[in-house]
């Protein structure tokens, strides 16, 4: 499974827990974040990640910042993006079962490393749960 990734300075102890993580699993990363705690722009690190999976060059996106609304925010700009804020592995399994999300989006500021790391299993190894959730979700991009 190929994820790009991407953070602010809000992130960067984050970011790593999770590649070394993940590489441990096998996974393959494209990493777009920022490596300090020097402040930063976070649409910078999330264009590309948004870009990635809506060029289904990647399977699934992970976005890390402070709140992780911004990093949302700027992600769900691009048409077949489904970024969710997720700061409970609850909320992350319903992102997943019920909105198809294909970018997690993460609130270091609000979370532990320990915490993201079951969340981050949760969200790349639960399926969409498809049936009434998915006609909701053929609804999310606009028909220009």
């Known amino acids: 499974m190929n994820i790009s990734i991407g953070n602010d300075h809000a992130g960067p102890d984050y970011k790593?827990?999770?590649?070394?993580?993940?590489e441990g699993k096998g996974y393959t990363l494209n990493?777009?974040?920022?490596?300090?705690?020097?402040?930063?722009?976070?649409p910078d690190f999330v264009?590309?990640?948004a870009k990635d999976v809506e060029e289904k060059k990647v399977d699934f996106g992970i976005l890390i910042c402070g709140?992780?609304?911004?990093?949302?925010?700027?992600?769900?700009?691009y048409q077949h993006v489904r970024?969710?804020?997720?700061?409970?592995?609850?909320i992350t399994e319903l992102t997943r079962l019920h909105n198809d999300a294909n970018?997690?989006?993460?609130?270091?500021?609000?979370?532990?490393?320990?915490?993201v790391i079951k969340m981050i299993d949760?969200?790349?190894?639960?399926?969409?749960?498809?049936?009434?959730?998915?006609?909701?979700?053929?609804?999310?991009?606009?028909?220009?």
């Open 16 to 22: 790593f827990a999770i590649v070394n993580h993940l």
């Open 31 to 42: 990493n777009y974040g920022t490596d300090t705690l020097d402040s930063v722009d976070y």
């Open 47 to 49: 264009h590309p990640v």
């Open 67 to 77: 709140s992780a609304n911004g990093v949302a925010i700027t992600a769900n700009k």
């Open 83 to 90: 970024a969710g804020v997720c700061w409970t592995n609850e």
């Open 103 to 115: 970018i997690i989006c993460i609130p270091a500021r609000y979370t532990s490393i320990p915490q």
């Open 122 to 144: 949760t969200f790349l190894e639960t399926k969409f749960e498809g049936g009434r959730h998915q006609n909701r979700v053929d609804k999310i991009p606009l028909s220009c």
